[in-house]
């Protein structure tokens, strides 16, 4: 069952997500994100936070991690990201900005009591968009 954690300050909210995220290794049935042999550049510069989100909804699926948890994390990511999609050339700034806007949308969802089941779905979708456009061919 998911209980609202409006009332948590921020920082502390954050420091859950960081927790989560870190224990999650050992919870998870899933296996981690990998992103062993991508490219130098955009590639590299992202792979932690795909991993990061990639944990993070690994706890969603699993009750492990509240929505606001996820979306307090989210927004750390989402400083991380946008820089590269802004930096970057062609599928693989466009993949990370479309990464970056769901990541948003799920925030929202949350924020306002939203669906935040259909957007983490969406997320994922995100997710693996970036890293198909990383694998090496």
Do not use: H, W
């Amino acid at each position: 069952m998911r209980r609202s954690n409006a009332s948590r300050p921020t920082a502390r909210a954050a420091a859950c997500v960081a927790t989560a995220v870190l224990a999650l290794s050992a919870c998870s049935g899933a296996e981690p994100l990998d992103v062993d042999g991508f490219p130098a550049g955009p590639c590299t510069d992202v792979s932690a936070a795909l991993q990061q989100v990639d944990e993070v909804l690994r706890g969603l699926e699993e009750d492990d991690v509240e929505p606001r948890q996820a979306a307090d994390g989210f927004r750390e990511v989402q400083e991380v990201l946008a820089p590269v999609a802004d930096s970057a050339d062609g599928p693989v700034a466009e993949s990370v900005a479309a990464l970056t806007q769901r990541l948003g949308f799920y925030r929202i969802a949350v924020d306002t009591g939203g669906d935040d089941q259909k957007q983490s779905i969406e997320v994922r979708s995100a997710v693996d968009a970036v890293v198909e456009q990383c694998r090496p061919s």
